[in-house]
Structure formats: structure tokens, C-alpha cells
């Protein structure tokens, strides 16, 4: 087989090339005497591709460099290839003839923002396995938050979490050594690059911020004057500096953090997408006189002008992230972006609903007045619109959602088949919303039971007319062989008997209702036949077998604590830790430990004792 590419033809049309002589090699008898070509047609920014290929071989042309591996990726999935999960183990390729070669097809993205952004805690190879995947299933974008993603990083290395594995050691400069390798990779297939986000108000105040830990060093007496006052008082909001909101009325605050924001910029000429963010933490806002004057949302975009000005001061192009996101969903009431062309709106629903999509049909609702540290976060659909469409009477420019169906929601839907649905409506609904795509803010082992809702994430937001139950057949099909309805019926019914909202906090804790679910999700596991059939995928099976013991386990002890009984509702949770801290070796690509734990301590309310 020949594989011609341009002479001067990138590393990523050269590593698209590679990709289709791998898998055409595994799935066809013989590659002899076939011909592709891989050609670039422009520099475009929205992907686009076109696939002209006979018997004898032909021509997959793209308008960018990315778009002709994302052209090669999805010609492979045209032969049959399945990439149903990050790494190898989760891909389907089948044998094929020459004669089943032949197409001839174009395909234009539905959006300009297609990516996820890392979430909870990942070994170096679940973060490369997942930015492999990334363009397989239609994606342009990943996002690694903070300067370096150390916090996600250690978190797995160090085992937290997980009481049955040594810690292991794990340095900010191991995280830096890692991301310039993750940063290689992702480059390597065209994808954007975003950075940073969280961490930027901590290093204002002098402290290196790459994660949301706590700082044992005191602030000096000029660092402490740069934080927020609250009920009197400045210092780190709960010991940590990446939640510690800054007094923008001392001007030593906005040319400190303007100034940090452009020498990253500087030095960092690879980032495609720079965020810029404050405190990730709420009802933290300074209090004094000064800034009483205002609002966050107006010193916040003052501060982003600055960046602006110092930005093209140094004639730097970097596009600038920012965030709708707490107290910033309120409007600003006088301050404007002066150039936005520089700017990116990136709206974040962090405390919506996930038991239904996007409701666009309803009237709509006023945004609340905004009372200064005692802001409810929405949770309704309308209500969290309302603050969006606030802002873009005020900025038109590019926009995209960031959003969390697979960052807290998803362990309340056991079956994933609804949240896999909840994601394709609300992706169907976003032009219609005035945004241009979608970063999933989310872990990256999210497997368990199987990997469908990124699945539909990234077809769909490629092809918004995707039709998410074709998609859902699809991916059953090479998952689950000739039981695929059986086990889609099953999953399907898990998803309907369990509830986002529960598990993630919403609603009351003693809920008869909630109740009687989980003991209906316990006899369903325990009567469902999972005996493996002859086709299908061994590794799916296996999880889904391991996962309805996980469920077993996370069902009885939800269903104590919807009961009202708290001494079992604990139990139950310590019997499902162990079960899924005991396995973790084995099934670590698949289920975050670390993350169903936090959620589950955090936000549930299951009444545990200290440790």
C-alpha cells in the first residue's frame, strides 16, 4: 500500500497517514498494490473533510490539517471501525474486503468547539489514551486546566481515595515533564490546545497554584491586602488559593494578575485557548467599599480590557477564555469588552439539572437580583439561560458551553443511556442558544458501564443531526454482539429507575420514592442475564458484569439513606468503597474511584464518619 502525502506535509497529515495503513492493515487480506493520497485543501478553522476512495484506493482531502485525520478517522468508521473507549482495548476493527473500500462522501463540523476538559484523577496513559480517542469520535479540543494538571495527575498516583494502594511519589516538576508529553500528542493530531482557567487568583498572592489544596505559608502583608475582605477579614478563603477571591479595588491585583496572564502568554505560544478565570469558589467576593461600588462581573471584565491592552501591546494574537460561572452568570451593568474579537464566551451551567435538556420552549425568566456573598446558584433550565442571554445582549463574539454531564452527573445515571440522550438534545439545541460548541468539563475514566455518552458527544457535535438512537444501535451492536437489544433494554431501564439529582445533592435526602427505586434497581440486577455470547466485545461483558455488583453495592446504600436509615445507608456505602477500592487495579481505565467517592461524600449525604 502507498500512502502519498505532500512533501511538506505536517507531523499531523504524516501521523493521519500512519493511522489508515495501520487499521486498513489489520482489516483488509492484502494492502497491495492500493494508493491514497492525503491532501490539504486550505487552513479553514471549522473542520471539514471530503472521501473519494475506489477499490484500487483514492483521496481524502481536508480543509486543515486536523480535519484530514479527523477525515481518515471517520472513513474507518465508515469500513465498520468501532471506537467505542479511549485506548485500544475499547476499538472494534473488523476484516473487510477491497471490494467494500469504495466511498465517495463530505462532511462539514456542525460546530467550532468540540473537546473535554480533564476532571478527577489520571495516570499519564489515561490521559494519552483519551487525547488518541478525541479525534476517532469527531473532537478538535482538549483542555488542561491549570498551567499544569498536576492535581488530576496526583491524584491517581497518590492513591487518594483508596486506602488498599500505596501512594506513590508524584512532583509538580513529574506533572511538568508529563504535560509536555501530553502537549506533543495533542499537537501531533492537530487538536486545540486550551490552558490554565483555575489558579490565576493564587498566584496573584504569590503561591505556585496547581491545585485546589490548602497553603500552609502565610500571606505577607502585601498579599494580604490583594485579597478579598470578608465579613472583615482577608485571608485565604479556607486555606486554599485557588479559591480565594482577590480585592480588585487595590489596583496592585489587576496588574499583577494582567501581567501574569500575558508573560504566560508569552512564553506559551503553543496554547490555542488561554482561560482566564477567578476563584473557584462562591460567596467569596470582596466586601469592601471600593468594590461594593460595583459588581464582580464589571471589575472582571476591566480586568480582561487590561489584558486586552497589555495583549496587543505585545502584539500577541492569544485568544482569551472567559467564564460565566457563579457569581460572573450576572451581567455586568456598565463595563463592555472594548475588543472582542480577542474574547471567547465559555458559559458554565455548573449547578444545573441533568434529569432533562436544555428547555428552550418555556417563557422566559428574569435574571435575580444579585446580593453580594448570598447568591443561590440556578438549577433551573430557564433560569440558568436567563443569565446567558443576559450576557450576550452585551458580547456577540464566538461562544461555546462548558458543561458537566460527565463530571458529577453521570454516577447518578446508572445506565448511562440517559444522560448519553441528555447530551445529544442539548447539543441539538446550542445554535439556537447563540453558542458554537461544547467542552465537556468531565473524568476521563468514564467507562463503567460502558463509554456511550462520549460517544454521542463527540458524533453529534460534529453532526448536529446525528440521530442519537442510530448512534446508541451503533455502539450496543459492536459492544454487546447479538444480545445488544437485551442489554440496552437492561441499561435502559437502570437509567430510568435512577436519578442525577439524588445522587448529586438536589431534593431531600429522605425521599420514600427514591427509595423504592433503588430496591426495584436491586432485583433488576439480580435477575438480568449477563452470560457472555459468542460475539460482541469480551471487555465490554466483563465490565458490565463488574458493574452490576458496583451497582448492587451503590443501590442498597443509596436506597438506606433515601429510607431514612442512616447506620445502613453508611454501611452500605464503606461495603460499595471497598468493593470498588479493592478492584481498582483492575478495572482503573473505566471507573474513577477517586470521583464517585468525593461525589458520593460530598454531595449525596451519606453519614459518614471522619477519617
Given at each position: 500500500?502507498?500512502i502519498a502525502?505532500?512533501?511538506a506535509?505536517?507531523?499531523t497529515?504524516?501521523f ?5 495503513e495501520?487499521?486498513?492493515?489489520r482489516?483488509l487480506?492484502?494492502t497491495?498494490?492500493l494508493?491514497?493520497?492525503?491532501a490539504v485543501?486550505?487552513?479553514e478553522a ?5 472521501i ?6 483514492g483521496?481524502?482531502?481536508g ?8 477525515g481518515?478517522?471517520d472513513y ?5 471501525c ?9 476499538e472494534?476493527v ?6 467494500s473500500l469504495?466511498?465517495?462522501?463530505q462532511?462539514?463540523?456542525?460546530f467550532?468547539?468540540?473537546?473535554v476538559?480533564?476532571?478527577?484523577a489520571?495516570?499519564r496513559e489515561?490521559?494519552l ?13 482538549f ?7 498536576f ?7 497518590q ?5 488498599y ?9 513529574d506533572?511538568?515533564?508529563?504535560t509536555?508529553?501530553l502537549e ?8 486545540l490546545?486550551h ?14 497554584t496547581v491545585?485546589?489544596d490548602?497553603?500552609?505559608?502565610p500571606?505577607t ?15 485565604l478563603w479556607q486555606?486554599s ?5 482577590l480585592?480588585?479595588?487595590n489596583?496592585?491585583s489587576i ?10 502568554a508569552?512564553s506559551?505560544?503553543?496554547?490555542d485557548y ?10 467569596n ?6 468594590c461594593?461600588?460595583?459588581?464582580p462581573?464589571?471589575?472582571y471584565?476591566s480586568?480582561l480590557n487590561e489584558?486586552?491592552?497589555r495583549?496587543t ?7 482569551i ?5 457563579q457569581?460572573?452568570?450576572w451581567?455586568?451593568t456598565?463595563?463592555k469588552?472594548?475588543n472582542?474579537d480577542?474574547f ?7 449547578s444545573?439539572?441533568?434529569?432533562a435538556?436544555?428547555?428552550?420552549s ?13 447568591i ?7 433560569e440558568n439561560?436567563a443569565?446567558?442571554r ?5 458580547f456577540?463574539?464566538d ?13 447518578g445515571d446508572?445506565?448511562y443511556?440517559h444522560i ?9 439545541q446550542?445554535?439556537?442558544m447563540g453558542?458554537d460548541g461544547?467542552?465537556s468539563?468531565q473524568e476521563?475514566?468514564?467507562v463503567?458501564?460502558?463509554?456511550l455518552p462520549?460517544?454521542v458527544?463527540?458524533y ?7 440521530d442519537?438512537q442510530?448512534l446508541i444501535?451503533e455502539y ?5 454482539g ?8 437492561y441499561?435502559n431501564?437502570?437509567?430510568t ?5 439524588y ?9 420514600p420514592a ?11 440486577c439480580?435477575?438480568?442475564s449477563?452470560?457472555v ?6 471487555l465490554f461483558w466483563?465490565i458490565?458484569?463488574?458493574?452490576r ?13 433515601a429510607g431514612g436509615?442512616?447506620?445502613?445507608a ?5 461495603e460499595m468503597?471497598?468493593?470498588?477500592c479493592?478492584n ?10 477517586y470521583?464517585?467517592l ?5 454531595y449525596?449525604?451519606f453519614?459518614?464518619?471522619e477519617?
Amino acid at each position: 500500500m502507498k500512502i502519498a502525502c505532500p512533501a511538506a506535509s505536517s507531523p499531523t497529515v504524516q501521523f493521519a497517514a500512519s493511522q489508515l495503513e495501520k487499521y486498513l492493515t489489520r482489516m483488509l487480506p492484502s494492502t497491495s498494490g492500493l494508493t491514497f493520497r492525503l491532501a490539504v485543501t486550505g487552513q479553514e478553522a471549522l473542520d471539514a473533510f471530503s472521501i473519494r476512495v475506489g477499490p484500487d484506493g483514492g483521496d481524502i482531502c481536508g480543509v486543515n490539517d486536523r480535519s484530514v485525520l479527523l477525515g481518515v478517522y471517520d472513513y474507518l468508521h465508515h469500513l465498520g471501525c468501532r471506537f467505542l473507549g479511549p485506548g485500544e482495548q475499547c476499538e472494534i476493527v473488523p476484516a473487510i474486503s477491497i471490494q467494500s473500500l469504495s466511498a465517495e462522501y463530505q462532511k462539514q463540523a456542525s460546530f467550532r468547539h468540540r473537546g473535554v476538559c480533564i476532571e478527577g484523577a489520571d495516570s499519564r496513559e489515561n490521559i494519552l489514551d483519551f487525547i488518541d480517542w478525541l479525534p476517532k469520535i469527531g473532537c478538535n479540543s482538549f483542555f488542561l486546566q491549570f498551567k499544569v494538571p498536576f492535581a488530576f495527575l496526583a491524584r491517581w498516583y497518590q492513591h487518594q481515595g483508596n486506602p488498599y494502594l500505596k501512594p506513590e511519589l508524584y512532583s509538580v516538576e513529574d506533572a511538568q515533564k508529563d504535560t509536555a508529553v501530553l502537549e506533543a500528542e495533542l499537537k501531533k493530531r492537530g487538536l486545540l490546545l486550551h490552558k490554565a482557567g483555575h489558579g490565576w487568583t493564587g498566584e496573584v498572592l504569590g503561591y505556585e497554584t496547581v491545585s485546589w489544596d490548602q497553603e500552609r505559608s502565610p500571606l505577607t502583608p502585601e498579599k494580604q491586602a490583594m485579597t478579598a475582605e470578608i465579613a472583615g477579614r482577608r485571608e485565604l478563603w479556607q486555606g486554599s488559593p485557588a479559591n480565594t477571591n482577590l480585592c480588585f479595588h487595590n489596583g496592585d491585583s489587576i496588574d499583577i494578575f494582567a501581567d501574569l496572564v500575558v508573560q504566560y502568554a508569552k512564553s506559551n505560544p503553543a496554547v490555542d485557548y488561554l482561560h482566564v478565570w477567578l476563584a473557584d469558589e462562591y460567596n467569596n467576593v470582596c466586601e469592601c467599599c471600593g468594590c461594593r461600588q460595583t459588581t464582580p462581573s464589571d471589575q472582571y471584565v476591566s480586568l480582561l480590557n487590561e489584558i486586552d491592552r497589555r495583549l496587543t501591546a505585545e502584539k500577541l494574537s492569544t485568544r482569551i477564555v472567559f467564564l460565566l460561572y457563579q457569581e460572573l452568570l450576572w451581567p455586568p451593568t456598565k463595563e463592555k469588552l472594548e475588543n472582542p474579537d480577542r474574547f471567547v464566551l465559555m458559559f458554565a451551567p455548573i449547578s444545573r439539572t441533568f434529569e432533562a435538556s436544555y428547555d428552550l420552549s418555556g417563557p422566559e425568566v428574569p435574571i435575580p437580583a444579585f446580593e453580594r456573598n448570598h447568591i443561590v446558584l440556578p438549577t433551573n433550565l430557564q433560569e440558568n439561560l436567563a443569565f446567558l442571554r443576559g450576557w450576550q445582549q452585551l458580547f456577540h463574539g464566538d461562544s461555546f458551553v462548558y458543561d458537566y454531564p460527565l463530571g458529577r452527573a453521570h454516577y447518578g445515571d446508572f445506565g448511562y443511556v440517559h444522560i448519553a440522550r441528555v447530551i445529544s438534545s442539548d447539543i441539538k439545541q446550542l445554535h439556537k442558544m447563540g453558542l458554537d460548541g461544547y467542552i465537556s468539563c468531565q473524568e476521563l475514566r468514564v467507562v463503567f458501564p460502558n463509554a456511550l455518552p462520549n460517544y454521542v458527544m463527540g458524533y453529534t457535535l460534529f453532526d448536529e443531526s446525528a440521530d442519537p438512537q442510530a448512534l446508541i444501535q451503533e455502539y450496543f451492536s459492536a459492544a454487546y454482539g447479538e444480545r445488544a437489544d437485551q442489554v440496552l433494554s437492561y441499561l435502559n431501564e437502570l437509567s430510568t429507575l435512577s436519578s442525577c439529582d439524588y445522587l448529586n445533592g438536589k431534593g431531600a435526602r429522605t425521599d420514600p420514592a427514591i427509595a423504592e427505586r433503588m430496591e426495584q434497581i436491586s432485583r433488576l440486577c439480580q435477575s438480568a442475564s449477563l452470560d457472555v455470547p459468542k460475539d460482541g466485545s469480551p471487555l465490554f461483558w466483563e465490565i458490565l458484569q463488574y458493574h452490576r455488583e458496583y451497582i448492587l453495592a451503590l443501590s442498597r446504600a443509596m436506597g438506606a439513606l433515601a429510607g431514612g436509615d442512616a447506620q445502613q445507608a453508611a454501611a452500605g456505602w464503606y461495603e460499595m468503597r471497598d468493593l470498588i477500592c479493592k478492584n481498582e487495579q483492575k478495572y482503573q481505565p473505566y471507573l474513577d474511584v477517586y470521583r464517585i467517592l468525593e461525589v458520593t461524600r460530598k454531595y449525596t449525604g451519606f453519614p459518614l464518619s471522619e477519617e
